[in-house]
Nanobody
Framework: QVQLVESGGGLAQPGGSLRLSCTAS????????MGWDRQAPGKKRETVAI???????NHADSVKGRFTISRDNAKNTVYLQLNSLKPEDTAVYYC?????????????WGQGTQVTVSS
């Protein structure tokens, strides 16, 4: 069993910052790509950022220059630093990871954490 648990969401003012964390636990042998998606009400889920196992990041154009993805492989944790937040960043943010266990390789998702940007 593999679990991803997110934390760090909440309410922020426009222009403010938040930091999301997501830690994977369970019978993990290795983790490949990790990332963050988000889904706003009435909108399609979109990929926000992805980071490879060796730390190479990619960010969606909509967040480039404002959000930063990083990871700590020793802690099986991926982070998303959200700066210069805008109301349109309001969404549920989901982390994901490609995880190898002793028996399988697959994609796992967290339960989601709400980010609300409002004055």
């Amino acid at each position: 069993q593999v679990q991803l648990v997110e934390s760090g969401g909440g309410l922020a003012q426009p222009g403010g910052s938040l930091r999301l964390s997501c830690t994977a636990s369970g019978s993990i042998m290795s983790i490949g790509d990790m990332g963050w998606d988000r889904q706003a009400p009435g909108k399609k889920r979109e990929t926000v950022a992805i980071i490879t196992s060796n730390g190479s990041p990619n960010h969606a154009d909509s967040v480039k220059g404002r959000f930063t993805i990083s990871r700590d492989n020793a802690k099986n944790t991926v982070y998303l630093q959200l700066n210069s937040l805008k109301p349109e960043d309001t969404a549920v943010y989901y982390c994901n990871a490609n995880v190898r266990t002793a028996w399988t390789i697959g994609d796992y998702w967290g339960q989601g954490t709400q980010v609300t940007v409002s004055s």
